[in-house]
Structures are given as C-alpha cells and as structure tokens.
C-alpha cells in the first residue's frame, strides 16, 4: 500500500526558510513522478512543484519559481522541498503526492494517485 508522510512545516517569519520532507513507502519511488500542493481553508488545493522520476526535470507554479526547489534521493525513499524567501501567502498546508502513470512532471491533481496527510506551513511576523 503506498504512503506518503509530510513532515518539516512550521512557523516562520517572512523572508524565511523551510525545508519539507517527504518519505514514501509501498510503491516503485524510483519510477514515480512526485508533487508537491498547498492548500488553505476555503480555496481549492493547488500545484507547488513537481519532479521527474529521475530527478533532473523540475516543474514550478509562477508563484515559486525562484523561490522553491524540489529534489529528491531515490535510495533513501524521500523528496524535498526547500522553500526560501517565503511569504505569507505561501501559507497552507502542503501534502506531496505520486504517480507511477507520467514521466513528466504534473501540475495536475488528477494526475496523482497517491497523497500524504499534509504538513502546515505558516508564514507570519
């Protein structure tokens, strides 16, 4: 059964960095493209970043781009997202996911077959 826990979110001043973690279990990671999405109460959940199976191809939304990178190690069975300069609408609660059925990364929900239970982020002074 796959499963994919967050964990890394917190408390942070503006212009502040955070690093999430994502562990995977029960699944091919190595042959898996993996996501990351955030959401806030009230609105629907939306793309971050996501990663090929490979690791060498990364895709952003606008609002990260410079600002996020997503890598991940395929032997230890984690990805990663460092997010610096954060700001507070980065704000939510951010969950990874998987998928065995692309190579490319998604910015998509639907493309995703697998979601963690999300960790909270939250950017304030």
């Known amino acids: 059964q796959a499963h994919l826990v967050e964990s890394g979110g917190g408390l942070v001043q503006p212009g502040g960095s955070l690093r999430l973690s994502c562990a995977a279990s029960?699944?091919?990671?190595?042959?898996?493209?993996i996501g990351w999405f955030r959401q806030v109460p009230g609105k629907e959940r939306e793309f971050a970043a996501a990663i090929s199976y490979t690791g060498d191809i990364p895709h952003y939304a606008d609002s990260v781009k410079g600002r996020f990178t997503i890598s991940r190690d395929n032997a230890k069975r984690m990805v990663f997202l460092q997010m610096d300069s954060l700001k507070p609408e980065d704000t939510g609660v951010y969950y990874c996911a998987g998928t065995g059925r692309r190579v490319l990364p998604s910015p998509h929900l639907k493309d995703y077959e697998y979601w963690g239970q999300g960790t909270q982020v939250t950017v304030s002074s």
């Open positions: 029960g699944f091919t990671l190595d042959s898996s493209v």
